[in-house]
DNA sequence: GGTTCGCGATGACATCTGTCATCCCTGGTC
DNA sequence: GACCAGGGATGACAGATGTCATCGCGAACC
């Protein structure tokens, strides 16, 4: 054999890095480029740009923030998954919301983690996702079964979703092509399903618990 | 002179990070590790942790977040500021909004840096911190002098912020000792000074502009 | 001494919200 | 065919919310 056709050693992790805070991303990077079985061969600041990326790339992991602009995360997961269905996902996230994990796995993610988990960890759980497991934090794992699924209709949610920014009912029932008072009663049946009070505790809980 | 009494080269610069995000803070102090005259000498994951820290390591220039748990990055400035006089404040966060600017900049820190901008951008703001210059976001900086101070008083920014999480009225009147009048003077007030259309509305135009 | 401003309160009023009962229609499912 | 669950709508009602005028008090300022 007189030459190896591929300069890259046969066991370095090609990893795609979407994340849109600049020097979070950039810091993610150089951590990662300095493991010597890794390597970041591609970086995006949002869902689209991820998929773009990928598609070129063709990365062994993607690693996916989930609060970015335009396509978040977990959308983007699903649609990398057609892509490029030999392609694992680990899902990064600022906020370990039961709603979110349940989300991120139906979309075929391999791996949940958490930014407030120690940095080491990122390395540890993309060698363990290309491996074949599945990389969850258990008390994360737990909250989620207890929390049950969202209990939300479609409808509910769009509305509850839409009236997150303060819009008033008159907003939402335009903006949605609904009656004031189907959308009243949309938000009502929504309280009562979250345990809030009013809409605005409706909308937090509904946020914490990631069913919007 | 027989030895040095340090080991340490004269030119490095000892940085204290404060990060509540363990993954992006191992992340960052990588990343300012590699730099030859940079060392991260201590790293805190909340604002009163890096105020003993501080105390213990004495740094050149303290890098402190602001969405932190307990004591935020400004107030741990303006308290550092007392305990270090001679240590820079560099103010790293998620959101460039005037109001945290103006607050920070007021706490007394050097520099104001938003996670959007390119990773490197922050080995340079720690170096011309230290040579004596201010780093601030241009552009952020124009916003905040053209969104003008903070127009709620003091007492209308604590009722709004007591209304965030969608506490009734009532709940608010009894947190705060007030009658229940008087906590919706206040809050009518903050509405018209935000030119909101309801509290919900005030609540987020103020949080965006930094003024809660 | 007069003025202004922020804090705190009250009462009245109009409107917005949240709840409930009730209705129609559609697409399953047993 | 009977029987739900959802989506969509209406009307009525109580209670919460937002606005406004008005008052008293004290501190600051000219």
New binding site residues.
């Given amino acids: 054999m007189i030459a190896v056709s591929s300069s890259r050693v046969a066991s370095v992790i090609r990893v795609l890095l979407a994340e849109d805070q600049g020097m979070v991303r950039g810091a993610l990077a150089t951590l990662l480029n300095l493991e010597d079985d890794i390597e970041v061969v591609g970086e995006a600041a949002d869902g689209d740009e991820a998929l773009t990326v990928a598609a070129r790339t063709r990365p062994d992991v993607a690693l996916l923030d989930i609060e970015m602009p335009g396509k978040d995360g977990i959308t983007a997961a699903a649609s990398l998954r057609e892509a490029l269905p030999d392609c694992r996902i680990v899902i990064l996230t600022t906020f370990g919301r039961p709603g979110y994990l349940r989300r991120a796995m139906e979309s075929g993610a391999s791996a949940f983690l958490v930014k407030d988990s120690p940095a080491k960890e990122l390395a540890a759980a993309i060698r363990r996702v290309l491996a074949g497991e599945r990389v969850i934090d258990p008390a994360l794992a737990a909250a989620a079964l207890s929390a049950g699924p969202n209990p939300l209709?479609?409808?509910?949610r769009d509305v509850l979703a839409a009236s997150a920014d303060g819009s008033?009912?008159?907003d939402v029932a335009g903006r949605l092509?609904?009656?004031e008072?189907?959308v009243?009663?949309y938000?009502?049946s929504a309280?009562?399903k979250t345990s809030a009070?009013?809409?605005?505790e409706a909308v937090q809980t509904a946020q914490r618990q990631g069913w919007l």
Same sequence: chains 1, 2.
Wanted: net charge positive; aromatic share 0%; hydrophobic share 25%.
């Fill in positions: 209709s479609p409808r509910e008033t009912i008159g092509h609904l009656s008072g189907t009243r009663n938000l009502s309280i009562r009070r009013n809409r605005i």
